[in-house]
T-cell receptor, first 108, second 113 residues
């Protein structure tokens, strides 16, 4: 069983709609949490860090539930450019665990 | 320009022929790491380094070696490559691992025949 599990999707989303998905992690010692975005097997790029209190960055909102060990990402007002694979990432003292990614496809 | 560079970007080799993939960053980052990415498995950490001369195993270190003699460089060595090491490899660096953004290199696509 992978340490970070994600629904692979694809999530097909009409432009302008809202999409939400989450991941679960098994290592309760994880200290830091992130969402990365990856386009077509290019290098991953940080979308946002995730904090226990929840945080927002423009149209993106991330939540962390330590008790249930899951992390969520919500994208509002989806744009065509949001089409990508979203990677859920945890860190424990420099040991990073990546989920396999959730594919989002935004359609016109 | 702040960046992580990897070379080569593409490599086709044969079983058993030693190879090195170089990784270099120009951001004075303490932390560097190597990952491999395979379909359906996501990125898996091979080795990481908290600082010069300090390296640790990730989840899939078998068949790989690393060294960190200088802060900017973190080469990945495959002493005797095998076909199951065919993969997409990424190097990454960050100021430090705790809660900081990792910057990734462009990737190296390795095929071992």
């Amino acid at each position: 069983r992978k340490e970070v599990e994600q629904d692979p999707g694809p999530f097909n989303v009409p432009e302008g709609a809202t999409v939400a998905f989450n991941c679960t992690y098994s290592n309760s010692a994880s200290q830091s949490f992130f969402w990365y975005r990856q386009d077509c097997r290019k290098e991953p790029k940080l979308l946002m860090s995730v904090y226990s209190s929840g945080n927002e960055d423009g149209r993106f909102t991330a939540q962390l539930n330590r008790a249930s060990q899951y992390i969520s990402l919500l994208i509002r007002d989806s744009k065509l450019s949001d089409s990508a694979t979203y990677l859920c990432v945890t860190d424990s003292w420099g040991k990073f665990q990546f989920g396999a990614g959730t594919q989002v496809v935004v359609t016109p | 320009e702040a960046q992580v560079t990897q070379n080569p970007r593409y490599l086709i080799t044969v079983t058993g022929k030693k190879l090195t993939v170089t990784c270099s960053q120009n951001m004075n980052h303490e932390y560097m790491s190597w990952y491999r990415q395979d379909p359906g498995l996501g990125l898996r950490q091979i080795y990481y380094s908290m600082n010069v001369e300090v390296t640790d195993k990730g989840d899939v270190p078998e068949g790989y070696k690393v060294s960190r003699k200088e802060k900017r460089n973190f080469p990945l060595i495959l002493e005797s490559p095998s076909p199951n090491q065919t993969s997409l490899y990424f190097c990454a660096s960050s100021v430090s691992p705790g809660g900081n953004e990792q910057f990734f290199g462009p990737g190296t696509r390795l095929t071992v025949l």
